[in-house]
C-alpha cells in the first residue's frame, strides 16, 4: 500500500522560500512518478510539478517555472520541492501525489495515491 507523508509547509513572505518533502513507502521508485498539486480555497486542483523518480525527469507549470524545483532522494523514498521567489498567489495546501506507468500523463491532481497535504501560506 503506497503512502505518502509531506512535511515543510509554513507561512513565509513574499520573496522567500519553502521546501516541502513527500516520504513515499510501498511506492516503486523505479518505475513511477511523483507529483505536487495545490489547491486553493473556491478555486481548481493545480498541477505544480512531476518528476518521473525512475528517470529523474521534471516537469513544471508554466506558473512555477524557474522558482521551483524537483529533487529526490532515492535511498530516502523522498521527493522535494524547493520553491523560491514565493508569491501570494502560491498560497494554497500543497499535495503530494504519486502513480505508475501511463496513468503518470494523468497529472497531479489525478494520480491514484495522495498525501494528506500541507499548507503553505505566503504574505505579501
Known amino acids: 500500500q503506497v503512502q505518502l507523508v509531506e512535511s515543510g509547509g509554513g507561512s513565509v513572505q513574499a520573496g522567500g522560500s519553502l521546501r516541502l518533502s513527500c516520504a513515499a513507502s510501498?511506492?516503486?521508485?523505479?518505475?513511477?512518478?511523483m507529483g505536487w498539486y495545490r489547491q486553493a480555497p473556491g478555486k481548481e486542483r493545480e498541477g505544480v510539478a512531476t518528476?518521473?523518480?525512475?528517470?529523474?525527469?521534471?516537469y513544471y507549470a508554466d506558473s512555477v517555472k524557474g522558482r521551483f524545483t524537483l529533487s529526490q532522494d532515492n535511498a530516502m523514498k523522498t521527493v522535494y520541492l524547493q520553491m523560491d521567489n514565493l508569491k501570494p498567489e502560491d498560497t494554497a495546501m500543497y499535495y503530494c501525489?504519486?502513480?505508475?506507468?501511463?496513468?503518470?500523463?494523468?497529472?497531479?491532481?489525478?494520480?491514484?495515491?495522495r498525501g494528506q497535504g500541507t499548507q503553505v501560506t505566503v504574505s505579501s
Open positions: 510501498g511506492y516503486s521508485f523505479s518505475s513511477g512518478c
Open positions: 501525489a504519486a502513480d505508475a506507468g501511463l496513468l503518470c500523463l494523468r497529472g497531479p491532481p489525478d494520480f491514484k495515491h
Open positions: 518528476i518521473y523518480t525512475g528517470r529523474g525527469l521534471t
